[in-house]
């Protein structure tokens, strides 16, 4: 979530070290695990699983990333600048409050599919189902794969918008006084965080992941983008599911 200074221009003049979220060397530390699970996934051999394999994927995919916002909460706990609750902005006080992200979040999942569906037509990415087959081995199969799947795609729709919205462009944005530059190397990050997809959906992910940012950036909560997160995945999941067979 970026701070409601404008995106052209500097954040408010204060000494950047007093608006960190968190130690500098938690950040890199976290960066450097991100990047290395990143880096782990994409030398990996993805082949065919079986039913008990990917419902053990699933669980570990869903507890590593609670593991990490754990981290996460931790540094700024410790640092003690800043509370979970405010990373995440926002407040469903009254059913208003939730229709309206509600709403916000399903217009931007119709945007961000016409966007990444225009771009994955441009870079042939429709027209390659090799490609696509790449991913295959992450699509759930049985019913209990299915809602393990709806866990997956919740679990990322919160836990990767603390991580990336919430926590990365922030801390960046207090790093560089700017920002801008918060939104964008958040999204850069975020893309590169993808790298078993390969290098063009990384790409497509980092235009994403901007997108996202600068929804967190307008709303000055990360609520819209972690419902449209969780949604892309959940329709992302059933899509490669059909795929798949």
Request: aromatic share 12%; charged share 15%.
């Amino acid at each position: 979530m970026a701070t409601s200074a404008s995106i052209n221009g500097p954040i408010e003049p204060v000494q950047s070290s007093s608006r960190l979220i968190a130690p500098a060397w938690h950040t890199l530390l976290l960066l450097v695990v991100m990047l290395g699970l990143s880096f782990a996934g994409a030398n990996r051999e993805h082949h065919a699983l079986t039913h008990s394999q990917r419902v053990i994927m699933y669980i570990v995919t869903m507890a590593s990333e609670w593991i990490v916002v754990a981290f996460v909460f931790w540094g700024i706990h410790r640092h003690k600048k800043i509370t979970l609750r405010d990373l995440i902005g926002g407040k469903w006080s009254k059913p208003e409050d939730f229709l309206l992200d509600l709403a916000i979040a399903a217009g931007f999942l119709f945007v961000s599919m016409i966007v990444l569906g225009g771009l994955g037509y441009a870079f042939g990415l429709t027209k390659n189902h090799a490609d696509a087959q790449k991913l295959a081995f992450l699509a759930p199969r049985s019913t209990l794969e299915v809602l393990l799947w709806f866990g997956v795609s919740a679990t990322a729709g919160f836990c990767e918008e603390v991580i990336y919205r919430g926590y990365f462009q922030r801390q960046i944005t207090a790093w560089t006084n700017l920002a801008w530059v918060g939104l964008v190397m958040q999204g850069v990050l975020f893309g590169f965080s993808h790298g078993y997809e390969g290098a063009i959906r990384m790409f497509l992910i980092a235009i994403f992941g901007t997108m996202f940012g600068l929804v967190a950036h307008w709303r000055k909560s990360l609520r819209p983008g972690m419902l449209t997160h969780a949604g892309y995945d959940i329709i992302a999941g059933l899509a490669l599911r059909v795929i798949a067979k």
